[in-house]
Structures are given as structure tokens and as C-alpha cells.
């Protein structure tokens, strides 16, 4: 709206410019789960088809339905970080992990483990391995029709498949592990803040209960780069006016802003057990009673890390490659923690080494 | 102003803010004030919280730790069942089906 030209072009312009710059950095700070489901729509993120075949409290466990006559034999169980929605996978069209497994043929399952409620107050890390894993796989080996299936797990969802393969590891055929933190003694910025003198973990979870917010879980991230966050706004604002990269970035952006609340138990246990006293590395991680020693792995690996990761550094991944009972093939993307699987083109060298390892 | 006198300042301004802002969340005395802040915050919070819990209680109205409670108990009931059914999958799978029992054609002798 101009009328009778009185305001200048390159005012209205830069208006414009503007007001879709604080229309994207707000839409996601203040959206209720509703707005952001709706939001997620809207983008077409988590495209790739798919049914759910087992549901348990707050946990489905989902089966991607093929597009193409299934090549291979061997499932693909996808576990998930517990931080953040399993999404970032399945992001867009053509922008997916999962899209680009169901089409080279592999029968792809993923553990989508939802938002948790008070009653995950009582679960500790070896539960989720333990119970909710076993059970997720036990599904995928029973409807599949195979004794043995492939595990590829990201993040903290590969600490959990590392633990699931060291306690069974007959089950599991291939193993790929995407930035999964081993070595947690020298993990970057994240382990000086969770430090015991730093971190009053037992006051945290003392004063939130049976579940941690994720709001205050996630509270920090934005801090682990400053420099990378500074220059993801000064992006935003030279970019605002293209549309595939305003959609790109608002994608990326609600899955971030998608924060899920974790479980106090299993929270004392990533930082307790995982940060402070680095037990996976040691071998001193256990579940429900049985031993967890990253020696027992067996099957090969294809271990991915992150050349440019704020969250894992690289060194913090690369420690499996020395600690598995099994081969190890390792490849360091030159990417960070999350673009490994989100950025072109480096993502489509990721997917690749994926499948090709998993044939 | 020159813009690229502003173009300058603005750069180093912004250099000067991030390597501050990385220094100070690499400090460990940064960090451990952070973490005592921190804990008196969420001891505030505890305060807060027991208030609000002693006062629903007076009012004898459900507490966050009451549905909590229920909850819990749905959920162990839930993983119990899904126990048992995987015992009687287990148990299914072990039990062979009994073999069709073949009657064999008897012929009789013709009549003379």
C-alpha cells in the first residue's frame, strides 16, 4: 500500500525486508505444540510415508512404507536423539534421510519417542535400552520376518544403540553411528559447563521432578557458537526476500524451536554418568544389570562425525573407532552437528556412505 | 556518517561482542558463578513450588505428584501387559503345531 507514491520505494522495501525478518524469528518463539504442528504442515515437513506398528505410552515405533521393490533384507531401526524430535531426518522433500533409505530400497524403521509425561520420571538411560529399545527392536525382528537388523543411531540415540548393540549384540547385523559422542571428557564447551562444580545436577532435578523442561534443556545451545548463531541471523536477514531459503531456514527453525521435555532420571544420567564421570567410555555403563562395554560391539561400524560440531567435537566421536570390538569405518563430514544430514550439498555424501555401507 | 565507516564499526563491534561472549562461556569462574546463580534460582523455584504444593493439599486438590502417581502406575500396568504378551509370543513360537493326522485309503475286499 503506496497511495499516491508518497512513500519512497526503498523505505517500503526495507519495511517489507523487516517485517518478514521479525515475522521469522518470532513464529517459533511463542507457538503453542498446536501452532507448530500446524506450522509444520504448512512446510511439509516429515513428508516420507509411514504407518506406526507399535505404539507404548508416549513411544511409536514407525515402519516407512517402501516405494520400491524392498533390494535388501535386513531392517533399519533409526534411533533418535532423546533431546530432539526424530523429524530432523525426515525434514523436507528431498532434503530427508529417511526419504533417500526408503528409496534405495531398505525397510526403514524409526523409534519416534514422542513427547514425554510425569510418568517417564522413573526412567533411567538403561530403560530406554533396555526396555523401550528392546521391545522397538524385538518389533522390527518379529514383523520383519529377520533374526538380525541394522542399527543406525544419532546423537544421544546412538549412546542408547551403542548400549543396545554392547548387550545384544546377536541382534544387530550393521551399526551406523551419526556424531555420536563416546569420549565425553573432552566434549567440547557442553562438558566445562556440565562440570560438577559448575552443573548442581541433583538441585535440577530435585526442583523440576520427573521431567526436565525442555526449555531448559535447550536454553543454552544457541551459546555452545556465538559466532555461527550471529552469522545464522545476518544470513536470515540478507536472504529474507528468497523463498527457498526463508522455507529452508523456517524448517530447520521449528524443528529446533521443537522442544521436548527429557526425563529427570535419565537427565541425572547423561550428565552424571555420561559427562561427569565419562562411564560409557570406561565401560562402566550398565544395563539393568548387565554390562554395556563398547568392546563387546562386534558388528561392523561406519562411525560419522563432524568436522565443524559445537556439540560433539570431533575428537569426542572418533574415541569409538579405538573402543569397538568390531571393524570401524570411519568418515569425518565436513559439516556440523545437524548439517551433516540438512545441508547441500554435503548432506547427499552422508546419505550416500550411509546406504552403501548399510548394502 | 560514512557507511563504510558504519560498516567498519559495525564489524568489529560484532567481533568484539562474540570472542567476549565465547571467552566468558569458556571462563571457568564465569561458569561457576553461572552455577551457583543457577542454584539459587532453582532453590527459589523448590520454595515456590512446596508453597503451591502445600496449598493444594489444603485445599485438597490434586498435586502435580498426585497425577504424577497415577500416571506411573498406568504405565506399569501398560509395560506389565506387554511383558506377558511377549512371554505368550515366546511361548507360541515354541509350541510346533500338531501334524494333520493322514487317514490312509483301506480297500475293501470285493464281495464274492
Given at each position: 500500500m503506496n497511495?499516491?507514491?508518497?512513500?519512497?520505494?526503498?523505505?517500503?522495501?526495507?519495511?517489507?525486508?523487516?517485517?518478514?525478518?521479525?515475522?521469522?524469528?518470532?513464529?517459533?518463539?511463542?507457538?503453542?505444540?498446536?501452532?507448530?504442528?500446524?506450522?509444520?504442515d504448512r512446510?511439509?515437513?516429515?513428508?516420507?510415508?509411514?504407518d506406526?506398528?507399535?505404539?507404548?505410552?508416549?513411544?511409536?515405533?514407525?515402519?516407512?512404507?517402501?516405494?520400491?521393490?524392498?533390494?535388501?533384507?535386513?531392517?533399519i531401526?533409526?534411533?533418535?536423539?532423546?533431546?530432539?524430535?526424530y523429524y530432523?531426518?525426515?525434514l523436507?522433500?528431498?532434503?530427508?534421510?529417511?526419504?533417500?533409505?526408503?528409496?534405495?530400497?531398505?525397510?526403514?524403521?524409526?523409534i519416534?519417542?514422542g513427547?514425554?509425561?510425569?510418568?517417564?520420571g522413573?526412567?533411567?538411560?538403561?530403560?530406554?535400552?533396555?526396555?523401550?529399545?528392546?521391545?522397538?527392536?524385538?518389533?522390527?525382528m518379529?514383523?520383519?520376518?529377520?533374526p538380525?537388523?541394522?542399527?543406525l543411531?544419532?546423537?544421544?540415540?546412538?549412546?542408547?544403540?551403542?548400549?543396545?548393540?554392547?548387550?545384544?549384540?546377536?541382534h544387530?547385523?550393521?551399526?551406523?553411528?551419526?556424531?555420536?559422542?563416546?569420549?565425553?571428557?573432552?566434549?567440547?564447551?557442553?562438558?566445562?559447563w556440565t562440570r560438577?562444580?559448575?552443573?548442581?545436577?541433583?538441585?535440577?532435578?530435585?526442583?523440576?521432578g520427573?521431567?526436565?523442561?525442555?526449555?531448559?534443556?535447550?536454553a543454552w545451545?544457541?551459546?555452545?557458537?556465538?559466532k555461527?548463531?550471529?552469522?545464522?541471523?545476518?544470513?536470515?536477514y540478507?536472504?529474507?526476500?528468497d523463498?527457498?531459503?526463508?522455507?529452508?531456514?523456517?524448517?530447520l527453525?521449528?524443528?529446533?524451536n521443537?522442544?521436548?521435555?527429557?526425563?529427570?532420571?535419565?537427565f541425572?544420567?547423561?550428565?552424571?554418568?555420561?559427562?561427569?564421570?565419562?562411564?560409557?567410555?570406561?565401560?562402566?555403563?550398565?544395563?539393568?544389570?548387565?554390562?554395556?562395554?563398547?568392546?563387546?560391539?562386534?558388528?561392523?561400524?561406519?562411525?560419522?562425525?563432524?568436522?565443524?560440531?559445537?556439540?560433539?567435537?570431533?575428537?569426542?566421536?572418533?574415541?569409538l573407532?579405538?573402543?569397538?570390538?568390531?571393524?570401524?569405518?570411519?568418515?569425518?563430514?565436513?559439516?556440523?552437528?545437524?548439517?551433516?544430514?540438512?545441508?547441500?550439498?554435503?548432506?547427499?555424501?552422508?546419505?550416500?556412505?550411509?546406504?552403501?555401507?548399510?548394502a | 556518517?560514512?557507511?563504510?565507516?558504519?560498516?567498519?564499526?559495525?564489524?568489529?563491534?560484532?567481533?568484539?561482542?562474540?570472542?567476549?561472549?565465547d571467552?566468558?562461556?569458556?571462563?571457568?569462574?564465569?561458569?561457576?558463578?553461572f552455577?551457583t546463580?543457577?542454584?539459587?534460582?532453582?532453590?527459589?523455584?523448590?520454595?515456590?513450588?512446596?508453597?503451591?504444593?502445600?496449598?493444594?493439599?489444603?485445599?485438597?486438590?490434586?498435586?502435580?505428584?498426585?497425577?504424577?502417581?497415577i500416571?506411573?502406575?498406568?504405565?506399569?500396568?501398560?509395560?506389565?501387559?506387554i511383558?506377558?504378551?511377549?512371554?505368550?509370543?515366546?511361548?507360541?513360537?515354541?509350541?510346533?503345531?500338531?501334524?494333520?493326522?493322514?487317514?490312509?485309503?483301506?480297500?475293501?475286499a470285493?464281495r464274492?
Open positions: 497511495p499516491g507514491g508518497l512513500i519512497p520505494t526503498d523505505v517500503l522495501e526495507q519495511v517489507n525486508r523487516d517485517a518478514r525478518y521479525t515475522e521469522l524469528l518470532l513464529q517459533n518463539l511463542a507457538a503453542t505444540p498446536e501452532q507448530r504442528a500446524g506450522l509444520r512446510l511439509g515437513l516429515n513428508p516420507t510415508p509411514r506406526v506398528v507399535y505404539s507404548e505410552n508416549s513411544l511409536e515405533l514407525l515402519r516407512f512404507r517402501p516405494t520400491r521393490k524392498r533390494l535388501h533384507k535386513t531392517p531401526l533409526i534411533v533418535p536423539s532423546l533431546i530432539c524430535r530432523v531426518l525426515d523436507m522433500k528431498e532434503h530427508s534421510l529417511i526419504e533417500h533409505l526408503v528409496d534405495q530400497g531398505y525397510d526403514t524403521w524409526v519416534d519417542w513427547v514425554p509425561g510425569e510418568e517417564h522413573t526412567f533411567a538411560l538403561e530403560d530406554y535400552v533396555g526396555t523401550f529399545l528392546r521391545r522397538c527392536a524385538r518389533q522390527v518379529r514383523k520383519s520376518g529377520r538380525r537388523i541394522s542399527v543411531g544419532q546423537c544421544l540415540g546412538g549412546v542408547l544403540a551403542l548400549m543396545y548393540a554392547a548387550v545384544h549384540p546377536e544387530v547385523e550393521r551399526m551406523v553411528c551419526l556424531t555420536v559422542p563416546v569420549d565425553f571428557e573432552d566434549a567440547g564447551v557442553l562438558a566445562l560438577k562444580e559448575n552443573y548442581p545436577i541433583d538441585t535440577i532435578v530435585g526442583t523440576f520427573n521431567l526436565i523442561p525442555g526449555e531448559f534443556v535447550h545451545f544457541r551459546l555452545l557458537d556465538v555461527a548463531t550471529v552469522q545464522t541471523y545476518k544470513r536470515l540478507k536472504n529474507v526476500l523463498e527457498t531459503f526463508t522455507r529452508n531456514y523456517a524448517a527453525d521449528t524443528w529446533l521443537d522442544k521436548i521435555p527429557f526425563a529427570a532420571p535419565a541425572r544420567d547423561m550428565i552424571a554418568h555420561l559427562y561427569q564421570e565419562n562411564r560409557l567410555l570406561k565401560g562402566a555403563m550398565c544395563v539393568h544389570g548387565q554390562p554395556a562395554e563398547l568392546s563387546a560391539i562386534t558388528c561392523p561400524i561406519l562411525n560419522i562425525a563432524a568436522q565443524h560440531d559445537h556439540v560433539f567435537p570431533e575428537r569426542a566421536v572418533s574415541a573407532n579405538d573402543q569397538a570390538g568390531g571393524p570401524v569405518e570411519y568418515y569425518c563430514a565436513p559439516t556440523g552437528h545437524v548439517s551433516c544430514v540438512v545441508l547441500f550439498p554435503q548432506r547427499l555424501e552422508t546419505y550416500r556412505r550411509i546406504s552403501a555401507f548399510l | 556518517m560514512d557507511p563504510q565507516l558504519t560498516s567498519q564499526m559495525q564489524k568489529q563491534m560484532e567481533t568484539m561482542f562474540v570472542q567476549g561472549m571467552q566468558m562461556m569458556r571462563n571457568a569462574q564465569a561458569l561457576q558463578h552455577g546463580t543457577l542454584k539459587s534460582g532453582l532453590e527459589g523455584k523448590q520454595m515456590a513450588d512446596n508453597a503451591m504444593k502445600q496449598y493444594l493439599e489444603m485445599m485438597n486438590l490434586p498435586t502435580r505428584d498426585d497425577v504424577a502417581r500416571l506411573t502406575y498406568l504405565q506399569k500396568i501398560e509395560s506389565r501387559l511383558d506377558l504378551e511377549e512371554k505368550v509370543e515366546d511361548l507360541a513360537d515354541r509350541v510346533k503345531p500338531a501334524e494333520p493326522v493322514r487317514k490312509t485309503a483301506t480297500r475293501k470285493p464274492k
